[in-house]
């Protein structure tokens, strides 16, 4: 194992901030996995499983068991770690800007596809290794040029994963079932991954608008492929997923450490560990279309109780919760507006009319074009 670190120019004089990873394996020697938590940095689940990963994998190092290498960046967002308001932790936005840190990564694609255009030829593994040189001289640059810490910071993450083979960016919701995002392009990975880590739902969407992490990694070879593929191949070379570990509160340890392990099971199962005992044995998860999820909003301001709990399969009109209007005493239902899976809802039980206070998650299509929330 080897420690990186790399430092980010501050916006203010004499503060310093820095990224750190950790590499397990050998660089070059086999698929590139790389894991993120915290990018989010009001989000704690995915920061302690990885905490619980890295002993693994250094003990998996240890044994002679790895065939890849594993870069893992425990803490994605230094800058929102520090942002506390009301004295509660604000790791969503950045605070100056409002800018959510898991929005308007660059467009790799559109930086680079003049360059490569003429260095693609008939071989696949070729063109992914032209695209990623690309990838990683154009992040150089973008980072070089960043006029902000927190775009440095999201051109310095990117820097580490972008000829990753698998991308795996832990986050949580407020509270939740276990489930995630992913593209349309790798099936077999995203059932993999949800049968090794117990996801429930799996959302999926080729580009959900907002370029967040995860798509920053799959749009640019769908663009790609868009633009070249009539005449060159280029395969999707980048399982890239978002990753809900549950709710807010849900940070303990023996949760985080079988979520370590499962984490393990899914590396292993996609070749980057040999002798690990276990196989993914979850359930299949429900693959649903991110474009059939819908929100369900508060009908007045004030206090929520729920009757739905996350992970309840729901009916149109069926009653989720009721709000209360301290003041008047009028007692409204909140009333699931599809048929599918209620698998978020939100952490605070105040409310003020109009607010999202939960999602169903259903088979039809409802919407298209910008599909995340801000
Ligand atoms: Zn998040």
């Not at 349309?184 to 117990?198: I, M, S, W």
């Amino acid at each position: 194992m080897i420690c990186l670190s790399t430092q980010l120019r501050s916006d203010s004089p004499s503060t310093t901030r820095a990224l750190v990873a950790y590499r397990f394996g050998a660089e070059g020697a086999g698929p590139k996995a790389y894991l993120q938590a915290g990018l989010h940095a009001d989000e704690m689940p995915g920061v302690l499983v990885l905490q619980h990963l890295m002993p693994l994998l250094q003990a998996a190092e240890a044994a002679g068991q790895m065939m890849g290498e594993v870069l893992v960046v425990p803490l994605a967002n230094p800058i929102g770690l520090s942002q506390w308001a009301f004295q509660r932790p604000m790791g969503r936005q950045e605070t100056t800007s409002l800018h959510n840190f898991n929005r308007g990564f660059p467009e790799l694609a559109d930086l680079v596809a003049d360059k490569v255009e003429p260095l693609l030829g008939p071989s696949a593994a070729a063109n992914v290794a032209v695209i990623r040189a690309a990838f990683r001289e154009a992040l150089a640059q973008l980072r070089a040029a960043a006029l902000t810490e927190m775009l440095e910071m999201q051109a310095a993450l990117l820097q580490w994963s972008c000829d990753a083979d698998y991308v795996l960016d832990l986050h949580c919701d407020h509270e939740a079932v276990m489930h995630l995002y992913a593209s349309p392009a790798r099936p077999e990975d995203t059932a993999k991954l949800c049968r090794a880590v117990g996801a429930e739902l799996a959302l999926i969407q080729d580009i959900s608008g907002g370029n967040a992490f995860d798509e920053a990694h799959t749009v640019p070879w769908l663009v790609l492929q868009r633009r070249f593929g009539d005449r060159f191949p280029i395969p999707a070379a980048a399982f890239s997923t978002t990753l809900e570990y549950r709710g807010q509160f849900d940070v303990d340890d023996a949760t985080a450490a079988q979520d370590a392990r499962n984490l393990m099971t899914f590396l292993a199962s996609v070749g980057f560990l040999r002798d690990w005992p276990e196989a993914p044995d979850h359930a299949d998860a429900r693959h649903l279309p991110l474009g059939g999820s819908s929100e369900v909003f508060a009908p007045q301001g004030g206090v929520v109780t729920w009757v739905a709990k996350p992970g309840q399969v729901v009916v149109a009109g069926e009653v989720l919760a009721h709000v209360t209007d301290a003041a008047s005493r009028v007692r409204l239902p909140v009333l699931a507006a599809t048929d599918g899976v209620m698998f978020r809802r939100e952490l605070w039980r105040s409310c003020l009319r109009g607010q999202g206070l939960a999602h169903i998650a259903g088979e039809n299509v409802l919407h298209d074009g910008e599909l995340l929330s801000d």
